[in-house]
């Protein structure tokens, strides 16, 4: 998608270099990094210059590539595998990357594992934007269908940042968005602040910006009121982690979005690629909650007027918090989940017709 009239992806290999964009300093700066060696990879996932489930799986892919660049070594390779799938634990889409590059590259020897990792990483982010771009067709449907018994602007509630940012290309959430925007149909976005990074005003508000895509930031409590007062359309989410009975793991406060969707009889959308489906884990209770630093919550960050990036306390010093980065939403409240394969139900059938 675009950034200035650019197309950009978030993230290509280039001189045996990575080049990321640094999502820590959008909206306020668009920087280019370079990730130069596997450690630079893990620190750019822990840090969240790069997030978003989808990302930060292709950044471990190719955190691979740049290791055996380093180091053509099995152990040194696979302690890096390792530390990838470490550096964040709610995603599941960072071990589903890991594991598919080391099942490719057991056995292969020194001399073809460097192109044969960057081809499988290269791989990897060609069939996220793929993905991607499929669920939006599909999600479209929905769109479309809603606009035209409406006949006026559709609102759509989001959360977080499940757009082009937090993937390669098109984004999952937003994908169907874009659709619906190139073909004409008038969309407007409540986007959720999504604190405490704010990913919702930061990249979703941005990412929208940039494509001429009309959006409001609202409180992440605003959804409700919003909901009650025929305010919503629809909602669409994205998904950290969906379990195989259709519950689903996402951003801190989509559950409750969620509730608030059911109680105003508003669809509830949920947008995965499949490297997102956890097969393995049958209890939502299983999945690992990341819990990350308070400061997060107790320091805000911002642009003061002579375009300086600072940083503020806004707790008081001793107070003590919590910053829990995501929650699961069960599947009984979730309308649909839209796929590069189709739509489904959030439920173990839905998902093993178009997965099994
Ligand atoms: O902590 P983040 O910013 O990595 O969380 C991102 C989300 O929760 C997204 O909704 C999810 O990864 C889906 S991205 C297509």
Request: charged letters at 25%; a neutral charge.
């Amino acid at each position: 998608m675009k950034i200035n009239g650019k197309s950009y992806r978030t993230i290509w290999f280039e001189n045996n270099l990575v080049k990321i964009i640094d999502q820590t300093k959008l909206p306020h700066q668009f920087i280019i990094k370079e990730l130069k060696s596997v450690e630079d990879a893990i620190n750019a996932i822990k840090l969240m210059e790069v997030r978003g489930a989808p990302l930060i799986g292709v950044t471990a892919a190719y955190g691979l590539v740049l290791s055996i660049i380093e180091k053509n070594d099995l152990s040194f390779l696979r302690n890096s595998s390792e530390k990838l799938i470490a550096s964040r634990p709610t995603a599941i889409n960072l071990k589903w990357a890991v594991n598919r590059m080391m099942t490719k590259l057991s056995g292969v020897n020194e001399k073809e594992i460097k192109n044969i990792a960057l081809a499988e990483a290269k791989l990897i982010a060609e069939e996220d934007i793929e993905f991607c771009k499929n669920i939006g067709l599909n999600g479209l449907e929905i769109i479309e269908e809603i606009f035209s018994k409406k006949k006026d602007t559709v609102n759509i509630l989001t959360h977080c940042n499940a757009g082009w940012l937090a993937t390669i290309d098109w984004g999952t959430a937003t994908s169907p968005i874009y659709h619906a925007h190139k073909k004409g149909i008038k969309i407007h976005v409540w986007v959720d602040e999504t604190r405490p990074r704010n990913q919702g005003s930061n990249l979703t508000s941005y990412e929208l910006n940039e494509e001429g895509i009309a959006n409001t930031v609202i409180t992440d409590n605003a959804g409700g009121i919003l909901m009650q007062r025929g305010k919503v359309d629809m909602c669409i989410v994205g998904t950290d982690r969906t379990l195989s009975n259709g519950d689903v793991c996402n951003k801190i406060g989509t559950y409750l979005k969620a509730l608030a969707a059911k109680d105003n009889n508003i669809p509830f959308y949920v947008a995965l690629p499949s490297s997102t489906i956890d097969w393995s884990i049958k209890n939502y209770k299983q999945i690992p909650i990341e819990e990350r630093d308070p400061e997060e919550l107790s320091h805000i960050e911002g642009i003061d007027d002579e375009n300086k990036i600072k940083k503020v306390r806004i707790y008081p010093k001793g107070s003590k918090a919590m910053n829990l980065a995501f929650d699961v939403t069960p599947a009984k409240y979730v309308t649909a989940l839209i796929t590069e394969k189709g739509i489904c139900e959030a439920s173990e059938e839905g998902l093993s017709r178009l997965f099994k």
